[in-house]
């Protein structure tokens, strides 16, 4: 496959299933529409999360950048006078992203336990802040006005297919993104960093800017997620941070699998419909519910849901002992 259809691939793979899911959209009911939105600004975030761990690094405080990027779509209104979701979904993903980049050379060095730990300490730190935060509504959070979208001020009967559209069309622009990076350069040195760190030093590349970078990337991915959801409900407030959503995030990326794009939204819608109606018909229970299934599926798809259709390349068999002998 040549370098041009190599791009041009996942663009175009993109942009139609935005158009088919668009089109799809207009038959489907708001409480759907609401929930396919919230899915889609959960897997933008797990997404981010397995741009880490294709290069063996797992985040156990994913809810940081989720948490920023939904107070900085909340504030933007008032503090920054924007009130169009496109750009709160830009402001969102570029703050996550440079607070980011100030802990990602720090925490480039960490591996293991120890990443997961530090990660999960700084979205505490987090949540103490914003829970003390009384200015910007402390525990009890703040509203965030509905925007406009490219200067369309959506009523209430068709904000719900609105949002869905705007979080549509970001996850397909998000996803091609994603597609193109695993298949870079430096998306297959992450997987390779992954199988053997030492080596890929060796061959002259530098991990710790490797890994710095995956977190930033991450961290933006987290950002636009946490501003799409806080578009999606109108309030935020400091559990988005709390460590039960970084929790969340990383069973969602488990659920998922590191081989394909589409698993990821795919197991966040999934993920949603079985907690909304776990919710419903078992409300004392329902969090055993959600427990058992997600069991069930490390169980049986211990690579996730991408494993489903994406199988991967055998690795070519060793020459046998005749074979050789007859080479001899």
């Keep these: 496959m040549s370098t041009r259809s190599a791009v041009l691939r996942p663009v ?32 933008t975030v797990a997404l981010g999360l397995i741009f880490m761990m294709r290069g063996g690094l797992v985040s156990f405080g994913q809810g940081l950048p989720f948490c920023l990027g939904a107070y900085a779509a909340g504030l933007g209104g008032p503090w920054l006078g924007l009130t169009d979701a496109v750009l709160l979904l830009l402001l969102g993903g570029l703050t996550a992203g440079a607070v980011a980049a100030v802990f990602g050379s720090l925490l480039a060095r960490y591996r293991g336990i120890f990443f997961a730990m530090l990660t999960l300490s700084l979205s505490m730190v987090l949540y103490g802040l914003l ?100 578009i999606a409900l109108g309030h935020i407030e400091p559990t988005f941070s709390y460590w039960t959503t970084s929790g969340e995030m990383v069973f969602l990326a488990i659920l998922a699998g590191q081989h394909s794009v589409v698993a990821v939204f795919l197991a966040s819608l999934i993920l949603e419909l079985v907690r909304s109606f776990a919710n419903l018909y078992f409300p004392e229970t329902w969090q055993l519910a959600l427990g058992a299934f997600l069991l069930v599926v490390i169980l049986f798809l211990p690579r996730g849901l991408g494993s489903l259709w994406h199988r991967g390349h055998k690795p070519a068999a060793p020459a046998t002992d005749a074979t050789t002998e007859t080479g001899r």
């Design 131 to 230: 829970v003390k935060a009384t200015a910007i509504g402390g525990s009890d959070g703040l509203n965030l006005a509905r925007p406009s979208i490219l200067g369309y001020v959506p009523t209430t009967e068709t904000a719900d297919y609105a949002l869905y559209l705007l979080a549509v069309a970001t996850a397909g622009v998000l996803s091609a993104i994603a597609a193109l990076h695993f298949n870079s350069v430096r998306g297959l040195m992450s997987l390779a960093v992954k199988e053997n760190e030492l080596r890929v030093e060796y061959m002259g590349a530098s991990v710790r800017s490797l890994m710095a970078v995956n977190f930033i990337i991450a961290g933006v991915y987290g950002g636009i997620g946490g501003a799409l959801a806080a």
């Design 12 to 43: 175009l793979v993109a942009a139609i299933v935005v158009v088919a899911l668009a089109f799809a959209g207009m038959a489907l009911p708001k409480w759907f529409l609401f929930l396919a939105t919230m899915a889609i600004a959960h897997a």
